[in-house]
């Protein structure tokens, strides 16, 4: 049903969502009887479409179809542009606040695969150098970040990941050396509702992730933040309270929900 406010958009896109669902051409008649449009205002819109491309007409078959622009949107719409698109603001704004580097990232595999990564508008003298840049891979059993998605798989996915000893690789000689050792350490991660890594990385750094869940509750990415793990001055509550928030924000961002237990 059209918009009371903008009458014109809403019959657009209900012609646009009713091609969507249909395989084949449909004629102009037939749309604007299914859709209830005077038919006037069917053919009306479905000539703007054409023009701009999101619709097309088949002259053998007298009918339209959905156009090629219309599926250049709906591409553009992947699953991790949408996470990117509703992520960067919120993390924007954590970096501004607290004035730390605030990275979005997902799993490849046993790997951390990192989004986005926001900076503080103005640096400070507690922001440190970190390898953890946009595009690169990090084992996930030792970031922050992959911990904290790592935490809501199920064991099985978890074991699945981790087959041999040698898996587990170690940056700074520290970090869990088992299978068995990971999953204890998730399951603290899971209750505690957010993980961190200290100097599993990186010596003299320290790093807190919470997952971001879609729609089926599955956690599909992480936030995290790095500091200096020896300077005082950063108040590590306040980091991991906005980084929960943020997470919690972009999950309904997404529609998303953790998953029951």
Do not use: C
Request: charged fraction near 20%; aromatic fraction near 6%; hydrophobic fraction near 45%.
């Amino acid at each position: 049903m059209a918009s009371s406010t903008s009458p014109a958009v809403g019959r657009a896109l209900d012609i646009l969502s009713y091609l969507a669902a249909r395989a084949g051409t449909v004629e102009a008649s037939a749309i604007a009887r299914d859709l209830e449009l005077p038919r006037s205002s069917a053919y009306h819109i479905l000539s703007v479409l054409t023009e701009r491309g999101f619709a097309v007409y088949v002259p053998e078959a007298r009918g339209y179809a959905l156009g090629a622009a219309a599926y250049r949107l709906s591409s553009a719409y992947t699953a991790h542009e949408a996470l990117e698109r509703m992520a960067r603001p919120v993390m924007a704004g954590i970096a501004g606040r607290l004035g730390i580097v605030v990275h979005l990232g997902i799993l490849r595999g046993a790997n951390t695969f990192y989004l986005l990564k926001e900076h503080p508008p103005t640096p400070t003298d507690l922001e440190p150098t970190l390898v953890t840049e946009v595009g690169v891979l990090l084992p996930a059993h030792l970031t922050a970040n992959g911990r904290a998605i790592l935490a809501h798989l199920d064991e099985a996915a978890v074991r699945a990941l981790y087959t041999r000893p040698g898996d587990f690789v170690s940056r700074t000689g520290r970090g869990p050396r088992s299978v068995g050792e990971l999953l204890a350490e998730l399951t603290a991660d899971r209750e505690r509702g957010w993980s961190e890594e200290v100097e599993l990385v990186t010596a003299g750094l320290r790093s807190a992730g919470v997952a971001v869940f879609d729609l089926h509750g599955r956690a599909l990415a992480a936030l995290s933040s790095t500091w200096r793990s020896r300077v005082p001055l950063r108040d590590a509550d306040a980091v991991v309270a906005a980084l929960v928030s943020g997470a919690a924000e972009i999950t309904r961002r997404l529609q998303g929900r953790p998953r029951p237990g």
